[in-house]
């Protein structure tokens, strides 16, 4: 059964245009509001410091309620490294609180998790690509940060994104990603502690509709993301769709 999820985020950057949104984290209900504001700013010639705030709100599973619980708030700081015109490394740090309401989980969860990643951008003519590798280490723990069933989750992504300018004053753009996930998750059972097999967990695909505005310097997105993930309680994959906007203002701060 797929599910309509309904999320909206705001971010503003500073110092370089900003080429991806801020996207919501795996939540439970039928419906979902997501609120972001991050920053990205510019510390030198090579280096890019960028962080962001979110929260949301969603549903229950049976019904469509869009603020009827709470859902997770996160915090995450990212800088970035130019190595060179094509390649970016990068170093993040990222704290979640997440709320469930089911028989499976605690009444909530906290999670910090590291993430290094290599990026690789190059054009073809006006066309821009770009993809990345990604590992996250993500450390669990129940209310309180005593110990959780799953302590630990070893998750690696790639991601491949594709920009074209519709017009050549660069101002309307159509943007898809795809994005593949892997995992495998330390358990805790009574009899010891269990690793699990190292699997696809989960897809991300997207299309977006770009808009650049020069009055203020920023960015509209609006789009729509097809998600494919494994639920852990029953091993079977599900389907979300996720409409997203966001709104990307460019150098507030910048002196002109």
Same mark, same amino acid.
């Given at each position: ?53 979110? *929260? !949301? ?12 619980? #709470? ?5 995450? /700081? &990212? ?68 110990? *959780? !069933? ?12 594709? #920009? ?5 004053? /660069? &101002?309307?753009?159509?943007?898809g990603i795809t994005e593949f ?76």
């Amino acid at each position: 059964m797929v599910k309509a999820i309904l999320a909206g985020f705001f971010t503003i950057a500073t110092a370089l245009p900003a080429c991806a949104q801020i996207t919501a984290q795996g939540q439970g209900g039928n419906d979902v509001l997501w609120m972001a504001f991050g920053i990205e700013q510019k510390l030198g010639k090579r280096w890019t410091n960028k962080n962001a705030i979110a *929260y !949301s709100r969603h549903s229950g599973e049976d019904d469509l309620t869009l603020l009827e619980q #709470s859902g997770v708030f996160t915090v995450r /700081e &990212e800088i970035v490294y130019r190595i060179s015109r094509h390649f970016k490394l990068s170093q993040g740090v990222f704290y979640a609180g997440r709320n469930y309401y089911d028989a499976e989980h605690p009444s909530y969860i906290n999670e910090i998790r590291l993430y290094p990643r290599l990026y690789h951008e190059f054009n073809a003519g006006r066309i821009r690509f770009s993809h990345y590798i990604r590992a996250d280490l993500r450390f669990f723990s129940g209310p309180g940060f005593r110990q *959780y !069933s799953k302590p630990f989750e070893l998750r690696n992504r790639y991601n491949m994104k594709v #920009s074209v300018p519709l017009d050549k004053n /660069e &101002e309307h753009f159509i943007t898809g990603i795809t994005e593949f996930f892997f995992a495998t998750d330390t358990k805790l059972r009574p009899e010891g502690a269990m690793q699990t097999p190292y699997d696809f967990t989960e897809n991300r695909t997207s299309f977006f509709y770009r808009r650049r505005l020069k009055d203020p310097d920023m960015y509209f997105d609006a789009g729509v993301m097809f998600q494919t993930w494994k639920d852990s309680a029953t091993g079977n994959f599900r389907e979300t769709v996720l409409l997203q906007v966001d709104i990307i203002l460019i150098d507030p701060f910048h002196r002109k």
